[in-house]
Structures are given as C-alpha cells and as structure tokens.
C-alpha cells in the first residue's frame, strides 16, 4: 500500500511540474540514443514534419553527434514563440527524462548516458543522439524555424504548415463525358477540370466550369468534360483565398478511348515552313504521325508515297517540317493517330509555284507544266483505287524554265477510263505528287450535261402541263369584250372567230361577236347568247356597246383595208346629212332570216348566199360601230374601245388619222400588250417576290398564247405570209 501512495504522488508530481515547467503549446521533449546513423555529415541534422493526428502541430527531430553534445549545443525554435533547448548529457543511472527550466524561453533536456551499464549485447554504433518533440504549436502559413548551433555544424530549416484539402473521390462515365465528385469534407469545397500540361501547369478549360459543392445539401457533383482526354484532371479545394488544390487525374494511366477527341481539341497553323499541331494535352502523350494526300473529291484523299513530314515535339506542340512540300491547295496533311484520320487542307490557291494541266488525245495525254521558276519535273501514270494510286509505266522529266510553260506525252497502255497521272517537281525536289484525271474532267462535264438535260426536260413537261391551267389561273379576262368586224371576206372572218376562239377558251372571257349567228363553231361556243337575227344589228350594237361600258369592257374594233374605204363612205354620209345606216338597218331587218333559209343549190349559189349574209350584217354593225365610237371621240370617252388588226391582213397605216389616239394592236404580235389592257395577271401575291413571279408567269403565258394564235392564224389563212413571231 504505501509503494502505491509513493507512485501515484511521483505521477501527480511530474504532471504538475511538466505543467509549470514547460512552455505552452509544445509537447514534450524526449532525449535518447539513436538507433541509426540517419546523419549526413554534410546535411543539417533536423527533420520536421507535419504530426499525423493534430493538424496544429508539427514534429521536430534533432539528431546530436557525442563530441557536439559534450560541448553544450543548443537547439533554437522559433513557431509562435520563440525558445531555446540545450540538451546536457547526464550519467545518472535512471531511466526517468527530467526537464528542468530555467527561464520561459530556455529548456534543459538530459541525454542519458548508459554506457557503463551496457552489457554483452549492447550496440556500440550508436554515437549520437536524437532530440525528439512530439508538438510544436504551428500555425497555418505561418514558418517554424528550428535552429542548431554545435561545435561541428550551424544551420537551419523552415517549415511552413500546409493548409488542409479536402478528401474526395472519382467515378468516371466516358458515355456522358462526364465525372462524378464525392466529397468527404463537412464544409463547402469547389472543384472543376483542367487540362494538365505540365507538373505545375493545369490550363482551366472554362470559367464556367467551376462547381461549389455544399455538403448541407449534397456532396456529390457531376462535372462535364468536353473531351475526354488523359490529360483531364479534377481539382477540389476549399473556398477560401489562396487555398491548396489536390488534384487528380483518373484517365492518365488508362489507353485513349476515342481519338476523335483528339482531333477535336487540336488546332493545326500554317507557317511559312511549318506546320504546327497543338493539343490541350502534351505532345508526348499522342505519338501523331502526318503525310501527305491529294485530294479528287470532297471526302476523297489519296494518300501519297513517300510524303511522311519529319516531326518535333515542344511541349503541347507538334511541329512538321513543310519546307518542301508542294503546297497545292489539293495537296492535304493526313494526321494518323492509333487507326483514326483527321485530315486538314491548309494550303491556299495563290502558294504554288507551278501549274499543270491535260489534254486528252486518242492513245496518248499530253502534260502541260508552267513553273515560275526553272526545274525538272516528273511524271507517270498511274490506276487510281480508293486507297492508292499505283504507278504504271515508265517515269518521263522534262525541264522547264522559268515564266515558260513545256510539254511531255504520256502513252496509254489500259483502259483510259482508270488512267491518271502523277506529276511531281523532282529537282529541286518536293515531297507530294499531284494526281489528274482526264475522265474526271469529261465525267463532270457529261455529269453537267445530263442535269442541264434534265432540267430542261423537266421544265418542257412542267409547262406542257400548265399550259391550259396555269393560263386560266393566272391570266383571265374579267370584264366583257365586243368584238366587231369591219370586212365580210373569209380570212378577215376566220381571222376574227380565232381571236375569239382564243379569248373565249384559254382566257374565260365573255366574248360578244355579230357573227355568232353566221357560224355554227361560234354559236356553239357562246351558248344562249342573244343573237343579231334576233334583235336587228343596229339593237343589237347598241345594246351590247352600252352593257360592255357599263361593266368597264372592251370593244375591240378589227380593222381592215375595208374598213378604211367604208369609213370614207360613211364620213361623206354623215356630212350630206344622210342617214343611210337606218336606212340599212331597216332594209336589212329581215335579211337574218335568211340565214335559216335552206333551199337547194349549187356550190357557188350557197357560197354566195354566205357572203351576202355576212355582209348583210358586218356592214350595218360596224357602220354603227363607227358612230358610237365618233361619238365617244366628240365625248372624249374613247378609253374602252381599241383596234386590233392582223399582220398579213391589214397595215397600221390603214388606220385613219382620226384614230390616231386609239391604242392599236396588230396581232399576235402585241396579243400579250392586249391580254394586258383587256385585264391582266391576278394578283394574289403582294409580296415582292410573288409579284414578281406573277408578272414572268404572265409574260411567259402571253408569248405562249401568242404563239398558239400565230399557228391559228397559219393554219386559217394559209396564203396570208407568215409571221416572224411574237416578240
């Protein structure tokens, strides 16, 4: 019992003077023998560390030699505070460590010496000492200093302690190129992505790509990476200032799934004799590889023999050699990287020095070279395939010399449909050889050809089609049109009864004619139309003369070289004062009934009955036409009434001077400029392009229409000279 009562009162007695003695803030020191010669003799012998459990704390470890701690050492160490340890050797035969203080800043600390108690087995190699403190107080960004001066060495190291990072981990999706972050740490921590180019250097992608996670609310955040690279990192930090970053990088040690990123995230410049590839990653991770190709089509690159470009590498730069190629814009650079192509054309139109060109003969291509400046070239030809073009025959040079142009033949062997030639520049030599087709040249020009071709084809078939229903659709005639004859011979009749025809039939016009009862096709094609054998011709003129002005029509008055001498006629008439057109009207009211007369005859009685019905009509009507139209000139009122007259039948010079303010219209020539007057294209588009539309729809109807009234015309008066067409 009283052992016990004298151990714990030893215990409570070294607690309180350890208290008392020591600083505040630092753990305790602990002198003993070193278990190993870790001393250099020319390194400082101190060793601080961060302490594993307490993140407040650091390590200190002084290594002492024999001869320096006989000489009264110290040991300076400046965190916090500032103190200074002077360890002493002690020979007393106990295994307690005193620490004994002299003042606030010093402490003495005994190094126990044993060796007269060493037995049999005891370690003479052990010639120094170690200083060991468990805790020196530390603050974050703030350096602890630990000093040693001794007999032997003077010196010192710092140590700064390191701010803490959080703990995270990684789960990687290359589907969604996406990586997902789990934090461990209880308070808010930002994470993004970076590209690592270096030891030191990771190039953010983005701004945009920084993520706060807020463990209150999730510690997970899933990262979206553009391309997934090996050089992909993902940082995690707290969110205060100056921060430390852990980064890792979880594609680094894995192979590159898809090159197509690659390709993506490269940028290629052109330089005058390199060219320069550059990746987000370093170069040595992409072992690329460039030559040349020669391109025919759009997605089609032959490659080239001999064209592989020569390679350094800088950094995250690759850069080729191109100070000898051909610079052609069809001369392209092929990238090769782990079976996948990118292929990039970066030479312009204006960077070649010389020109070829073709000319294809029966057996024979002849090889047109101009060069600006003097070399030898080469050629020969070659069977062009998807993925190469292998040579065929001999190799032919030939010299050119500068701003001169030359010509070499090149014999052909095989089918001429797979021969092309390969021309290159041999001295000085330039790495890249042209290839030209000659039956790419005729394919494409047949290939043209053919789509003209059809295109016309398709706009025959298309205006074939619309003839009839794009006329009516887009050209039709509205307002009433009186027509009035002025001569009773047949190719003035037939000539009239087709304009009629045309009107009626291609443009829904309401067509009045005084004919209709002298023949069967017209009185078919006007229905129930009143006729003149039922009114007389004078009622029946002035009745539709007045109904067509009501409804803003036309009268459309054909003239003739009849109609010139019965003008004449009828002015003398009207200024004797002589009314002989009722007179006329009263003599012939009952001639139209002669028209239904049948009785029996010989050819030329009955052709001259017809004519004398015709006349019997025409002449009353277009008398009275004349003086309806006298008296609207008197008004001035003339605006609905226009003369037509037909080309081969009539001359404008017919047309009296009085008439001189007439518009007048010799057909088909100017049928567009009348379907125009009569009414013209439907407007159903107001915007600029739809009246634009309209008006070539109407046009090109109108030339169309005057064309099929000229075969009309060709067809019904056969003597009359032809036409030159509608203009």
Request: net charge positive; with cysteine; aromatic share 6%.
């Amino acid at each position: 019992m009283q052992l016990q009562r004298r151990f714990v009162g030893s215990l409570v007695f070294t607690v309180i003077v350890s208290g008392l003695l020591l600083p505040h803030g630092n753990g305790n020191f602990m002198c003993q023998r070193a278990h190993e010669n870790v001393y250099e003799a020319d390194g400082c012998p101190i060793k601080i560390v961060r302490h594993p459990s307490n993140s407040k704390c650091v390590s200190v470890q002084v290594w002492i030699q024999r001869g320096d701690l006989s000489r009264a050492p110290t040991i300076e160490l400046a965190s916090l505070r500032k103190e200074i340890i002077r360890p002493v050797i002690t020979y007393k035969r106990k295994k307690k460590k005193w620490h004994v203080k002299k003042n606030r800043s010093t402490i003495q600390v005994w190094c126990p010496d044993n060796s007269d108690l060493r037995g049999p087995h005891s370690n003479d190699t052990l010639t120094s000492w170690e200083l060991l403190c468990d805790c020196v107080e530390a603050k974050l960004r703030l350096p602890v200093t630990v000093s040693y001066h001794a007999a032997s060495i003077r010196c010192s190291v710092n140590y700064t302690l390191p701010d803490p990072v959080p703990s995270f981990s990684l789960s990687v999706h290359h589907a969604s190129k996406s990586i997902n972050v789990t934090v461990e740490s209880e308070n808010k921590v930002i994470t993004r992505w970076c590209y690592k180019q270096s030891a030191h250097n990771c190039v953010q992608g983005s701004p945009s790509n920084i993520i706060i996670i807020d463990p209150a609310q999730s510690r997970s955040a899933l990262v979206k990476i553009p391309f997934m690279l090996p050089c992909v990192c993902i940082q995690v930090f707290y969110t205060h200032a100056d921060a430390p970053r852990k980064m890792v990088c979880p594609l680094q040690h894995f192979p590159l799934p898809d090159a197509e990123n690659v390709w993506l995230s490269s940028k290629i410049t052109l330089y005058e004799s390199t060219l320069i590839w550059r990746s987000v990653c370093p170069a040595q991770a992409f072992p690329v590889s460039a030559s040349l190709c020669w391109t025919h089509h759009k997605h089609i690159c032959t490659p080239l023999p001999n064209s592989t470009l020569d390679v350094q590498e800088d950094g995250t730069n690759l850069i080729f050699n191109i100070s000898a190629v051909d610079k052609h814009p069809q001369m392209c650079v092929k990238f090769s990287l782990q079976g996948s192509h990118n292929i990039s054309c970066p030479f312009m139109a204006d960077m070649p020095s010389w020109h070829v060109s073709l000319e294809a003969g029966l057996r024979t291509l002849s090889v047109l070279v101009k060069s600006s400046a003097a070399a030898t070239f080469s050629a020969q030809m070659c069977v062009l395939s998807q993925r190469e073009c292998t040579s065929r025959g001999p190799v032919c040079a030939v010299a050119v010399e500068a701003a001169s142009e030359s010509k070499v033949s090149m014999p052909l062997h095989w089918a001429a449909g797979s021969a092309c030639v390969q021309v290159w520049q041999s001295f000085p030599a330039q790495t890249g050889r042209r290839i030209l087709c000659p039956h790419g040249t005729r394919d494409r020009w047949g290939a043209i050809a053919a789509a003209v071709l059809i295109l016309l084809t398709v706009l025959a078939v298309f205006l074939h089609s619309l003839k009839k229903k794009a006329a009516k659709a887009w050209l039709f005639i509205q307002k009433p049109v009186l027509l009035v004859c002025s001569s009773d011979t047949s190719s003035h009749v037939s000539a009239v009864c087709a304009l009629a025809s045309l009107l009626r039939a291609d443009l829904s016009a309401t067509v009045h004619v005084a004919l209709c009862a002298a023949s069967s096709q017209m009185r078919a094609e006007a229905g129930a139309e009143t006729s003149v054998a039922d009114l007389g011709p004078l009622p029946w003129l002035y009745g539709q003369w007045e109904a067509v002005q009501e409804a803003q029509g036309k009268v459309l008055i054909i003239w003739s070289p009849e109609a010139k001498r019965t003008y004449g006629k009828w002015r003398q008439r009207t200024r004797g004062g002589k009314d002989e057109a009722d007179d006329n009207s009263q003599h012939d009211a009952g001639r139209p009934g002669m028209l239904e007369e049948g009785g029996a005859g010989t050819c030329e009685d009955k052709e001259r009955l017809m004519e004398d019905q015709r006349s019997a009509v025409i002449e009353p009507v277009f008398a009275a036409a004349l003086a309806c139209l006298e008296s609207a000139l008197h008004r001035r009122k003339e605006g609905g009434v226009a003369l037509v007259y037909f080309r081969g039948l009539c001359r404008s010079r017919d047309i009296p001077e009085a008439f001189r303010d007439i518009p007048r219209y010799c057909m088909p020539r100017d049928l567009g400029g009348l379907i125009g007057e009569l009414e013209g294209p439907r407007a159903t588009n107001k915007t600029f392009w739809g009246r634009c539309w309209c008006r070539l729809l109407s046009k090109g109807m109108s030339v169309w229409l005057a064309m099929q009234l000229a075969r009309r015309l060709r067809t019904l008066l056969p003597n009359v000279q032809r036409t030159k067409g509608p203009r």
